[in-house]
């Protein structure tokens, strides 16, 4: 059965030995990579991988290479397929996770509008003129 994140924390405390508390918890622990990641969110939300780059405003063949995992995004660009593919905000908080980028923070004034923009289901380009307008750096 899957542990909260809360659980895992609590057995690592009271674990003595490191090496074997990673053999315990092997099962717990994602491991899977961008590129294999966003595929299974194709797949289970039934979106077009063309039209999804298209609406994520990112260069075809780059957006590509991310899906073939010869690429390596950073956090903007995936944060840009995530909207090009319609992902929710939970979605797209466990797709960071899952993938070691840090989750979307809603302290940060930056972070709180790319929030409102998956809340409100605007497009990359909306979140852009958005954060233009905030005169915070754009996602490109």
């Known amino acids: 059965m899957k542990k909260t994140t809360q659980e895992l924390f609590d057995l690592m405390k009271r674990t003595q030995e490191f090496d074997s508390y990673m053999q315990n918890t092997r099962e717990e ?4 990579t961008v590129s294999a990641a966003l595929e299974l969110l194709l797949t289970e939300k039934n979106r ?6 298209e609406a994520s405003g990112l260069d075809r063949t780059y957006a590509y290479q991310i899906f073939s995992g010869i690429k390596q995004p950073s956090r903007d ?11 929710t905000l939970e979605e ?6 899952q993938t070691g980028y840090p989750v979307l923070y809603p302290r940060t004034e930056r972070d709180c ?28």
């Not at 622990?29 to 899977?32: A, E, L, P, Y």
């Not at 077009?48 to 780059?53: L, Q």
């Not at 660009?77 to 992902?87: I, P, R, V």
């Not at 797209?92 to 996770?97: E, F, M, R, V, Y």
């Open 48 to 53: 077009n991988k063309s039209k999804s780059i």
């Open 113 to 140: 509008a790319i929030i409102h923009a998956f809340l409100k289901g605007l497009s990359i380009v909306a979140l852009n003129e958005l954060l233009y307008e905030m005169e915070l750096p754009i996602i490109s």
């Open 92 to 97: 797209t908080q466990t797709l960071l996770k």
């Open 29 to 32: 622990r994602v491991n899977i």
């Open 77 to 87: 660009k995936l944060l840009a397929l995530c909207l090009g593919m319609e992902l």
